[in-house]
């Protein structure tokens, strides 16, 4: 079945420690995004690629870093200049302009 | 500056009745309107978009209307159900680029049997 599947779903991290989080699509969309959301609030964009080898900030990038070197795959890595990490993470992707096809999420908890 | 607003963190309605979900924007840019479906420890999944050329559009149970006079859409639901008991979010975008979707913070349905 075609989808996009993130790993892993719940992961700890202790304090001045990088994570990355993955996200894997088999949909061949060209468009690929990650989201963080927060209780009571709505999803926030922190990067997203349009295709490989390139990618934009979203609003939040500050303490995050992606890469895009193939087009089914897109990690993010937490790293320890994010001040407050502890959130749910979802990875999207879309055919250019159109719905997104969002993975089931990741939880990271600090420490 | 909150762009997307719902102003409902919940609803809650009975099982066979209307759910009428709001959303308020404040971009007159916005030319693209979406709702997404969520359930708890899950990604959204998307429900039903509407474009600004058009006041309505329908999909089978669920409808969403556009007033763009009054920059306020809102998603119907008749007749509601029991599994229709989710988080939903609205999302909105300007010059139709899915990059910058604004998304509100989610109005929780709970559907009573």
């Known amino acids: 079945d075609g989808g996009i599947t993130q790993s892993p779903k719940y992961l700890f991290r202790k304090e001045g420690q990088n994570v990355t989080l993955s996200c894997e699509q088999n949909l061949n969309h060209d468009a690929m995004y990650w989201y963080r959301q927060d209780p009571g609030q709505g999803l926030r964009l922190i990067y997203y690629s349009q295709i490989v080898n390139d990618f934009q900030k979203g609003d939040i990038a500050e303490g995050y870093s992606v890469s895009r070197e193939k087009k089914e795959s897109f990690p993010l890595t937490v790293t320890s200049a994010q001040k407050n990490p502890t959130a749910f993470y979802l990875c999207a992707s879309s055919i250019g302009v159109g719905e997104l096809f969002f993975g089931e999420g990741s939880r990271l908890t600090v420490l | 500056d909150q762009q997307v607003k719902q102003n409902s963190p919940s609803l809650s309605v009975q099982e066979g009745r209307i759910s009428i979900l709001n959303c308020d924007y404040t971009?007159?840019?916005?030319?693209?309107f979406l709702w997404y479906k969520k359930y708890p420890a899950e990604g959204p999944t998307f429900l039903i978009s509407i474009s600004s050329i058009k006041d309505k559009n329908e999909d089978g149970r669920f409808t969403v209307f556009l007033n763009k006079s009054a920059k306020h859409l809102s998603l119907h639901i008749v007749p509601s159900q029991p599994g229709d008991s989710a988080v939903y979010f609205c999302a909105a975008s300007a010059l139709g680029g899915n990059y910058q979707l604004i998304w509100g913070a989610g109005t929780k349905l709970i559907i009573k049997p």
């Open positions: 971009n007159s840019m916005f030319d693209y």
